[in-house]
């Protein structure tokens, strides 16, 4: 047995980057200390503010929900709505709705299901059959992000949480880096600042490892959708957390630097691609850079592959 580097309890993780070997207790303490860091300094809700969180009733999003319900709901007077977005992907959408109305009912808050089917007229499964060449993912990140804001604005909330993690953050920094847009660098949340029509995000476990989200699910006994979209293999998005993985692998910390790098590069990025304009879409309101929002553009290629 390995004991706590605090205390003389069993030891449950060893944290590679710190060199510290956590119990369970002292895991938690660290865990939770670094998500109410983060939902303060960058989300700056007062008493009394709305916040809505997407779910996907994965580990990641489930845990965020778990954590900003025990540590900013009652004690910090925060209110939360939940809310999932129903791609319309069979065999794997319908369990992920289920984990999260359970969470949602132990916890009593209350949950909007959004569906694309009901907002754009498709499901992502249909999208595959009507347009093969394109990567699902495609269709299902522009319509995800216009659903989850639309409703987020119907709910009236001042910010909308994600659950990604540090994986995720770190490898959208490598990926748009790699990619050379600079641009959508510039935009990465959490956002500070607001433009009207879009609601801020608020990212809690953006400096969380996945494997630690994943312990805690453990520890914590929280139940979750433990599958993969079957989609996720054609994500281009996939090879640079591989590619993340294998970096912290060879040298832990790599995950952590890049953020930092990031956030002291952020001001000059954003001093160089202010935010632009947005128009309100013609057709739906949303807010996009044309005239007719990008959710609205794939819309009517859809209707004319259909
Ligand atoms: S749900 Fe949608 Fe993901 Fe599936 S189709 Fe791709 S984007 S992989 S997070
Ligand atoms: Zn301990
Ligand atoms: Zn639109």
Do not use: W
Request: net charge positive; hydrophobic share 35%.
């Amino acid at each position: 047995m390995i004991p706590c580097s605090k205390c003389q309890a069993p030891a449950v993780i060893f944290v590679r980057y710190s060199g510290q070997h956590l119990c369970h207790s002292h895991f938690k303490v660290f865990f939770e200390r670094r998500v109410a860091k983060e939902v303060r300094s960058t989300g700056k809700m007062k008493r009394g503010a709305k916040l809505a969180l997407a779910v996907s009733g994965g580990k990641d999003s489930v845990v965020m929900l778990r954590m900003l319900h025990n540590l900013f709901h009652e004690k910090a007077g925060i209110d939360l709505h939940v809310i999932i977005a129903n791609e319309g992907i069979r065999g794997y959408r319908e369990e992920g709705i289920e984990v999260t109305r359970r969470e949602c009912d132990d916890l009593g808050l209350p949950l909007e299901v959004t569906n694309f089917k009901d907002m754009f007229g498709y499901t992502i499964d249909e999208t595959t059959e009507l347009d093969p060449e394109t990567i699902p993912c495609t269709y299902c990140g522009v319509f995800r992000r216009s659903a989850l804001n639309r409703t987020a604005k119907d709910i009236g909330a001042d910010k909308l949480g994600f659950g990604h993690n540090l994986n995720d953050t770190a490898g959208s920094i490598l990926m748009n880096i790699c990619r050379g847009d600079v641009k959508r660098l510039a935009r990465l949340g959490p956002h500070e600042r607001k433009q009207p029509g879009l609601v801020p995000r608020l990212i809690p476990l953006r400096m969380i490892p996945e494997e630690e989200t994943a312990l805690y699910t453990i520890l914590e006994n929280i139940k979750i959708l433990d599958k993969e979209c079957p989609y996720a293999y054609r994500a281009q998005r996939g090879q640079f957390v591989k590619l993340m993985a294998a970096l912290e692998d060879s040298t832990p910390g790599t995950r952590h630097s890049i953020i930092s790098s990031y956030e002291s590069l952020k001001k000059t990025l954003l001093d160089n691609f202010p935010a632009i304009e947005l128009h309100h879409c013609d057709n739906c309101g949303e807010p996009g850079i044309k005239k007719i929002c990008k959710a609205c553009e794939l819309v009517e290629k859809l209707d004319r592959l259909n």
